[in-house]
């Protein structure tokens, strides 16, 4: 069990920031974040982007803002449960909070800041109808373990980098039987040696290439598992082929996740707030950042830095009900970390 | 000088909707449905990485090439036809004037 002052669930700038702001009120914070590493979008999307209105910087990449951000707030000593997703939060004794991830890790704290972002990134799933009936019984959107594939039918659809590495993964380690890879158009847009690969493999018929081609609906076997695909070709019609697995393989789509039942007021995918002190309908949590809404409301990282920092005063006065505080400035005292 | 052009909208339900489009504001598509409050996410906020704002091309209108990044996200999406296009990354320029988009399915 992980004890703190302040769950802040999304390690993005705006979370980041907020340990440092919490730091300077002695409040300890602990991030949890789905993505492997901190820095959220700005990480895992657009690192090398330049981004430009972030003040006092004319110009600055997303990787070294992160950089910069995690370096301010590190005096602070942040916890840190990286690449798990928080699943639920209850409500527990004495106005604490049991916040637990999908991998059983568990926080505690009187205060959780809700710093998500877009959200939790989850794989674009294909329009196809009854898709989900068949998950986990047959169709699976991330491959976590490439030997459950050993001696399968295997059916990849998807045109990026990770349709195409996949492919070759479980061909040239000779996992799967068998392995059909459909993509919508002729050429690919992967790594120029990725597709030589899979045009390779194709040629030698270790692979099945099916290009011009999308995955339009399922056909279940007797027990109700997957059977088969029906690819539909551009021009040759429907094709019924036999399989095991399929796997759509089509990049992550950032969704609202598990947040959307804790309980809070949502408007446009979104978390109500109260611009007093970014405070959500629920005591103690608070919600800051891209994952938030109000009136007059505009996705900036700077307006997130604004809503950290008028949240943890919020929640100074939450934790320490009988305790003066008042706004203290860095020039005047510096920065004392813990 | 008259700083707006015409950008015609046709939603998910078919009807059509005539935006009037300044091109003096660096907007883009994406942003002139937000702004007009049609139903467009834009969740990536216009870095071609999403697709939530993807439309078809139902006018002559010649549009400049699609770039690498948007031809990529477009590989991912679903819907996709020969004339889709990411609303995000058409600029709202004079040449454009009286184009035909109809936002694709969610």
């Known amino acids: 069990m992980i004890q703190t002052d302040i769950i802040i669930v999304g390690a993005g700038p705006v979370g980041i920031f907020t340990v440092f702001e919490a730091g300077l009120l002695k409040l300890r914070c602990h991030l949890i974040d789905s993505l492997p590493q901190p820095g959220g979008q700005l990480i895992e999307i657009y690192p090398k982007k330049p981004i430009y209105d972030i003040p006092g910087y004319p110009i600055v990449n997303a990787g070294e803002l992160v950089n910069k951000l995690l370096e301010q707030s590190s005096v602070f000593k942040p916890g840190f449960t990286l690449g798990e997703t928080v699943v639920s939060l209850e409500e527990v004794s004495d106005n604490q909070f049991l916040v637990t991830t999908n991998r059983g890790t568990k926080h505690q704290a009187p205060v959780v800041i809700i710093a998500g972002g877009l959200g939790v990134f989850e794989p674009r799933k294909p329009p196809i109808e009854n898709l989900n009936l068949y998950e986990d019984k047959g169709v699976e959107y991330i491959i976590k373990d490439p030997e459950f594939y050993r001696g399968k039918r295997v059916v990849i659809s998807g045109g990026g980098d990770s349709a195409l590495d996949w492919t070759i993964y479980l061909a040239e380690n000779k996992i799967a039987a068998e392995i059909a890879l459909v993509h919508r158009r002729t050429s690919f847009r992967g790594h120029l040696d990725s597709v030589q690969k899979v045009m390779d493999l194709a040629d030698q018929k270790r692979i099945q290439l099916i290009t011009d081609a999308e995955v339009a609906g399922i056909v279940p076997n007797n027990s109700g598992s997957l059977g088969s695909v029906v690819i539909r070709h551009a021009t040759l019609g429907d094709i019924i082929k036999e399989t095991d697995h399929f796997i759509p393989l089509f990049g992550l789509t950032p969704s609202l996740g598990p947040i959307a039942d804790w309980g809070l007021e949502i408007e446009k995918n979104a978390v109500k707030v109260n611009t007093f002190d970014y405070s959500t309908n629920r005591k103690g949590i608070y919600a800051v950042g891209d994952i938030n809404t109000y009136p007059g409301k505009l996705k900036l990282i700077l307006s997130g830095f604004h809503e950290g920092t008028l949240a943890v005063q919020s929640a100074f006065a939450k934790i320490y009900p009988n305790k003066k505080n008042v706004l203290k400035y860095t020039t005047v005292n510096g920065v004392s970390g813990f | ?106």
Request: proline letters at 4%; charged letters at 25%; hydrophobic letters at 35%.
């Open chain 2, 1 to 106: 000088m008259d700083s707006t052009i015409k950008v015609i909208i046709i939603d998910r339900e078919g009807t059509s909707h005539d935006l009037e489009a300044p091109t003096d504001m660096n907007m883009n598509i994406m942003e002139i449905c937000k702004a007009y409050e049609l139903p467009v996410e834009g969740t990536c906020g216009g870095m071609a990485l999403c697709a939530s704002c993807q439309c078809y091309l139902e006018s002559n209108t010649t549009l400049p090439e699609q770039s690498e990044a948007e031809l990529a996200m477009l590989d991912e999406a679903f819907y996709v036809k020969d004339n889709s296009r990411l609303g995000c990354q058409i600029r709202i320029t004079d040449e454009i004037d009286g184009i035909v988009l109809r936002l694709a399915p969610k």
